[in-house]
C-alpha cells in the first residue's frame, strides 16, 4: 500500500456544485492515502470542510464521509421544504424559496428591491442544515488546521477565521451572497461571502504550520472560449472571473517565490525566509463549463448526487496520476494553467 502524506487542502466556493468537492473529499478520505493536516475554504467549500472536521473528530474518516453526506442531504431537504411552504403566488420568479431558486430571485429583483426588503426575517435554509450537521464543538478541538474566509462589507478585506472564532455565525457569513441574504453580523461587523475576496485563500496555509502540499479543489472555469453575449452569459462569466482574481494573484505570488528558491536569486539567509510549496489542482470547472449559473442554487437531491459522483471521478483521477508528485513537487503547471505566462 502507497505511503500516508501529509497534505492541505484549499476548497473552494460555488454554492450547489459544492456537491463536486464533496464528491472529492469522500474519494479522497476513502482511499486513505492523504493526511489532511489543514484547510482552507470558502462558502461552499467552508460546508464541506466543517463537516469533514467535525466528522472527522468524531468518528474519522468515516465520520467525516457520514457527516459530509448528511451535510448535503439537509441541504437539499430543507430547500425542497421551504419550496413547498412557500405561499402559491402568481408572481413565482418572486419567491426566493420556490423550485426556480433563490438565484432566480435575485436575478430578478436585484435591481430594485434588497433582501432586507423582501427578506426581511433573513429566511436562510443553510442555517438549519448547519445546525444539524456541524458539531462546532468538535471542530474547534480538531487536530485539522482550519480556516474560513469572508469579506468584510465596510473595509472590503478578507476577514478569516480560524479555531474557536469559527460558530455558526462565521459559516453563514462564508457563504453570504448579499444579492439574497442580508449581511452576517459578527461583533457589530457585517460580512459577505468570502468569494469576493479569497476563493479560497492561500496565505492562511503559507503563514501557518500546514503541510507544504496543497491541493487545491477548484469549481469555477478558469479559461472560457468565445465572448459572451447575452445577458445571462455574460454574468456568467462575470462572477467566474470576479470569484477566481484573488485566487490567481496568491498563485502568481507562490510561482514568483518558488523561481526565486529555484534559481537562487536569495542569498542562504533570506532563501530561510521562505517555504517552498507544491501545488495539485482537481478542477471541477473542466466538467461543470457546461453548467449555467443558476444550477448552483440546485438543490435536487439527484442532481447533487450526479456532482459528487463526478467529483469522485474526478479524485480518482487526480489519485491515478498526481498522487505520487505529493511531497516532491508540483503536479500542475502554474504558470502555463492558471496563470498563461
Known amino acids: 500500500m502507497a505511503k500516508t502524506k501529509p497534505i492541505s487542502l484549499a476548497l473552494q466556493g460555488g454554492g450547489a456544485h459544492g456537491a463536486f468537492t464533496w464528491g472529492v473529499l469522500d474519494r479522497l478520505l476513502e482511499c486513505g492515502l492523504l493526511d489532511v493536516r489543514a484547510i482552507t475554504a470558502t462558502s461552499a467549500g467552508a460546508m464541506n470542510a466543517l463537516a469533514l472536521t467535525s466528522g472527522m473528530a468524531e468518528n474519522g474518516p468515516d465520520g467525516a464521509r457520514a457527516a459530509l453526506e448528511f451535510l448535503w442531504k439537509e441541504i437539499s431537504r ?10 402559491p403566488s402568481g408572481m413565482e420568479a418572486m419567491n426566493p424559496f420556490t423550485a426556480w431558486t433563490p438565484f432566480n430571485f435575485a436575478t430578478a429583483l436585484s435591481s430594485f428591491v434588497s ?10 435554509p443553510l442555517r438549519d442544515a448547519i445546525e444539524r450537521a456541524i458539531d462546532f464543538e468538535a471542530v474547534a478541538e480538531s487536530p485539522i488546521e482550519l480556516h474560513i474566509a469572508a469579506t468584510n462589507v465596510e473595509t472590503g478585506r478578507l476577514r478569516v477565521f480560524t479555531g474557536e472564532e469559527i460558530t455558526i455565525e462565521a459559516a453563514l457569513a462564508s457563504a453570504c451572497l448579499p444579492q439574497t441574504f442580508k449581511a452576517v453580523e459578527i461583533d457589530g461587523v457585517p460580512y459577505w461571502d468570502g468569494g ?16 507544504g502540499d496543497f491541493l487545491l479543489v477548484l469549481l469555477n472555469p478558469l479559461t472560457r472560449e468565445g465572448t459572451p453575449k447575452t445577458a445571462g452569459a455574460i454574468q456568467d462569466r462575470l462572477n467566474e472571473i470576479s470569484f477566481n482574481s484573488a485566487l490567481i494573484g496568491e498563485l502568481r505570488a507562490i510561482a514568483f517565490v518558488r523561481r526565486m528558491l529555484d534559481e537562487n536569486w536569495l542569498a542562504d539567509r533570506k532563501r530561510k525566509s521562505y517555504r517552498r510549496i ?16 443558476d444550477s448552483k442554487y440546485d438543490t435536487r437531491w439527484g442532481f447533487l448526487k450526479q456532482l459528487r459522483d463526478t ?15 505529493v511531497g516532491k513537487d508540483n503536479s500542475i503547471d502554474v504558470r502555463g494553467d492558471f496563470l498563461h505566462l
Not at 469576493?196 to 503541510?211: E, W
Not at 507544491?278 to 449559473?293: C, F, T, V, Y
Request: charged fraction near 20%; proline fraction near 9%; glycine fraction near 8%.
Open 115 to 124: 433582501p432586507y426588503d423582501l427578506n426581511p426575517f433573513d429566511f436562510n
Open 278 to 293: 507544491n501545488l495539485h489542482a482537481i478542477q471541477g470547472g473542466d466538467a461543470l463549463r457546461e453548467l449555467s449559473l
Open 78 to 87: 430543507r430547500s425542497a421544504a421551504l419550496a413547498v411552504a412557500a405561499p
Open 311 to 325: 467529483g469522485r471521478s474526478f479524485a480518482d483521477t487526480w489519485l491515478e496520476t498526481c498522487y505520487d508528485k
Open 196 to 211: 469576493y475576496m479569497g476563493n479560497p485563500a492561500l496565505f492562511p496555509l503559507i503563514y501557518g504550520k500546514a503541510p
